[in-house]
């Protein structure tokens, strides 16, 4: 029982260049969400979905679209990568108490 | 809207010592409360949580009461080791139907021996 997977653990992209960051989850929960981890800013919701076909926006969801095609999948997408979208990923699944994703690094040069 | 607030680390403590990690909040509605822990280079776990007024949350030897009063969830441990050290976050969801964690900026713990 993995949880909450995502891929990939690290990533750099270049200015403008788009990407998806997967997760997936195998505990059949309908709710899964991504965040971003900044220093000092502790954790940002960027955006969430309460089942499959439905998505809604957090805190901070510039740049970044999601899709939500099945309970167990949740990818977010960078639309056209900026340096400011250089953070730790982490998703997110579960039900008041929700188990999080070991993280994806990405660094935008 | 739904706000959490921590102490600001780091905090450095001696293997043994009393742990306190102090978190108050602001929340429309009534909260349900929790604390994260996140060891070096992994995501977040939950540590413990609590759903109303006068719960105690416990897991690990650390423990947190909700104090609807003062709107706070302070974390304690009695005796903290060196394999404590971590950054801890306090957060909470609030609002009917609402999953939305609102997290603290975190406070990082480094036990010495």
């Known amino acids: 029982n993995a949880g909450v997977t995502q891929t990939p653990k690290f990533q750099v992209l270049k200015t403008g260049q788009s990407m998806t960051l997967q997760c997936a989850q195998d505990?059949?929960?309908?709710?899964m969400s991504w965040y971003r981890q900044d220093p000092g800013m502790g954790l940002r919701l960027i955006h969430y979905?309460?089942?499959?076909?439905?998505?809604d926006q957090g805190e901070v969801p510039n740049g970044y679209n999601v899709s939500r095609s099945t309970t167990e999948d949740f990818p977010l997408r960078l639309l056209s990568a900026a340096p400011s979208q250089t953070s730790v990923y982490f998703c997110?699944?579960?039900?008041?108490?929700?188990?999080f994703g070991s993280g994806t690094r990405l660094t935008v040069v | 809207g739904n706000s959490v607030t921590q102490m600001e680390g780091p905090v450095t403590l001696s293997e043994e010592a009393f742990l306190t990690i102090n978190c108050t909040y602001t929340?429309?509605?009534?909260?349900?409360l929790f604390w994260y822990v996140q060891y070096p280079g992994e995501g977040l776990q939950l540590l413990l949580k609590?759903?109303?007024?006068?719960d105690k949350g416990s897991n690990k030897g650390f423990e947190a009461t909700y104090r609807k009063e003062t709107t706070s969830f302070h974390l304690e441990k009695g005796s903290v080791q060196v394999s404590d050290s971590a950054v801890y976050f306090c957060?909470?969801?609030?609002?009917?139907?609402?999953?939305?964690?609102?997290f603290g900026k975190g406070t990082k713990l480094s036990v010495i021996p």
């Open positions: 979905s309460v089942g499959a076909g439905i998505t």
């Open positions: 997110a699944g579960g039900n008041y108490g929700y188990t």
């Open positions: 505990m059949n929960h309908e709710y």
């Open positions: 957060a909470l969801i609030s609002g009917a139907g609402s999953y939305q964690l609102t």
């Open positions: 609590a759903t109303k007024a006068d």
């Open positions: 929340a429309t509605g009534y909260p349900s």
